[in-house]
């Protein structure tokens, strides 16, 4: 149970606390063991009007988010405005959110993937010292050209070898135009601190082939969108980290928890799709925050140069969800 009635330390004493030297980074017993399994949000930053994140609305969202069984939570992923975000507030919000939610005992997984190797693993040991439990690394995909397998391989090795907390690989094409190779995973699979991928692509066929080419393995996939969670469920996978589940939490977990027990629920899945497409592929992490202020979290602005979407765009949102019968409640 979470304890709202806490006082936080003011932002500028947050940085600090976290940040010491590598070799004071304390691997936890039992770490390495973290479970992946159920739905996890991907948060979002949110921002005041001048662009600097509001740490209260972030806490009220949290506050919100507490009553549904969630597995985990991801921050600095790409519904988090992750390229957006200087690394002292990257680490900031990874010290804040792991703050609030750790009476709760759910793992906090926070995105450290960056263009080069050795930035990844500088920001992995700094986001681990701020309380990650594990970090999803994406894809470099600067030098698209140059990202082969042997690229790939070798940049998560090294992060892994390092890495004082699991490693969880993060394949999202859309966004890096780099697919993860299915070889490259099977490979990478095999190392003891390498835990899971969360994969974005929509490619259910890869999903399948992934979990039988890693069994044996104690690795583990995750859907990256709620559009095919049923159908990633049914491939393999054990959760999602889904965009939707920041608006529809508790919709999600129903779902996972359905198939837990062997049900199946064809039309939900459906009913799914329109929704998650408004805050993904359509509108973006701009809908996301406009799918949040309609549900009566808090969405607010993008940092620049991402614009929030046009009031029109908010009623084709709204719409989209209220077709598939999930009306906005009065919280």
Known sequence: ?????????????????????????????????????????????????????????????????ARIPFAGYVVQGSNGEYPFLEKEEKLQIVKFVKDFIKESNK??????????????????????????????????????????????????????????????????????????????????????????????GGDVTRIGSIVQKTRGQDFKVLSGSASFLLPSYLAGSVGGVCALANVLGDVLCHMHSLYENNIIDKELQRRLIDPNNMVTRRFGVAGMKAALDIFGYYGGPNRSPMLSVSPEARLVIKKAFVDNEFVPQSR
Not at 6 to 29: A, E, G, K, T
Not at 141 to 165: C, E, G, L, Q
């Open 1 to 65: 149970m979470l304890f709202f009635g806490r006082v936080y330390p003011s932002i500028s004493r947050i940085l600090p606390s976290c940040v010491r030297p590598y070799s004071s980074v304390v691997n936890p017993d039992g770490i390495k063991g973290i479970q992946l399994g159920g739905i996890y949000p991907p948060l979002t930053t949110p921002f005041n009007a001048d662009e600097t994140i509001s740490f209260d609305k972030l806490a009220d969202n949290l506050t919100q988010y």
């Open 107 to 200: 793992p906090l997984i926070a995105g450290s993937g960056c263009e080069s190797t050795k930035a990844t693993v500088r920001l992995t040991e700094e986001m681990a010292a701020c309380g990650a439990d594990a970090v999803m690394v994406v894809t470099p995909s600067y030098f698209k050209a140059s990202m082969n397998d042997a690229a790939m391989i070798a940049h998560y090795t090294t992060v892994a070898d390092s890495s004082p907390v699991p490693v969880i690989l993060y394949s999202v094409p859309a966004n890096t135009g780099i697919d993860l190779s299915i070889d490259a995973i099977q490979i990478l699979a095999k190392h003891p601190n390498i835990i899971g991928l969360k994969d974005s």
